[in-house]
């Protein structure tokens, strides 16, 4: 079984702030981990993905995320925010020979100019 | 453009009727998977489909039925509509010997009134 707790439904930073989204899963194997995006009127997006090799990922945008296995997280950051940021964002969960993601609730992420 | 490709993007339709949404996955993958996207619900997975052939069951409805077809489309077929299955429905597909990765068409917005 596996699951994700997105901490945090609303986050609201300042331009050129550092943003960090919050992401914690449970997995009772070694797990896959993906951050996703999702404009207005538009699909997800990869932004990164965990797969059991470097523990900090780095992904399209200037965001990264690292993976703490001792803490069970997986959190989203990115230096300096950019109005573009604005977005949903997801933490996901996989493993290997289980396709299937499991999706958390979503962080939207506002950008105060 | 994530080369998943589904219709219709918008559809509008009354309680108690039935309809069939599209997907055409990127060339090469085998495997779709449909997700629903609702406000109260979050993002649910519903059922996936490798090679034509049902692969995994998340939480689809009795009243809604999917198929993948020899050149690898995939409908999902949703019957005696409720009001409450207006959402966001989204294919997905991903690669051979990936690592779950998943890839999103921009979703069909339904609205049952």
């Known amino acids: 079984a596996q699951s994700v707790t997105q901490l945090g439904s609303h986050v609201s930073v300042s331009e050129g702030a550092l943003v960090l989204l919050r992401c914690n899963y449970s997995?009772?194997?070694?797990?896959?981990l993906f951050w996703y995006v999702q404009y207005p009127n538009q699909g997800l997006q990869l932004l990164l993905k965990?797969?059991?090799?470097?523990?900090l990922v780095k992904g399209i945008n200037g965001f990264e995320a690292e993976f703490k296995k001792s803490e069970t997280s997986f959190h989203l950051t990115k230096p300096s925010a950019h109005m573009s940021d604005a977005a949903e964002y997801f933490c996901?969960?996989?493993?290997?020979?289980?396709?299937?993601?499991?999706f958390g609730t979503g962080t939207r992420l506002t950008i105060i100019p | 453009d994530s080369g998943v490709t589904q219709t219709p993007k918008h559809l509008i339709t009354a309680t108690g009727q039935r309809v069939t949404l599209r997907c055409s996955p990127r060339?090469?993958?085998?495997?779709v998977y449909w997700y629903q996207q609702s406000l109260d619900q979050g993002l649910q997975f519903l059922i996936q489909y490798y090679n034509g052939e049902e692969r995994a069951k998340g939480n689809i409805l009795e009243r809604f039925s999917a198929q993948q077809f020899p050149d690898l489309h995939s409908e999902l077929n949703l019957s005696s509509l409720e009001l409450g299955d207006s959402a966001l429905y989204f294919c997905?597909?991903?690669?051979?010997?990936?690592?779950?990765?998943?890839?999103f068409g921009e979703g069909s917005r339904l609205t049952v009134l």
């Open positions: 060339s090469g993958d085998l495997s």
């Open positions: 997995s009772s194997v070694p797990p896959y």
């Open positions: 965990y797969t059991s090799a470097a523990t």
């Open positions: 996901a969960v996989g493993n290997f020979g289980n396709e299937k993601l499991t």
């Open positions: 997905a597909s991903s690669p051979r010997g990936g690592t779950g990765e998943l890839f």
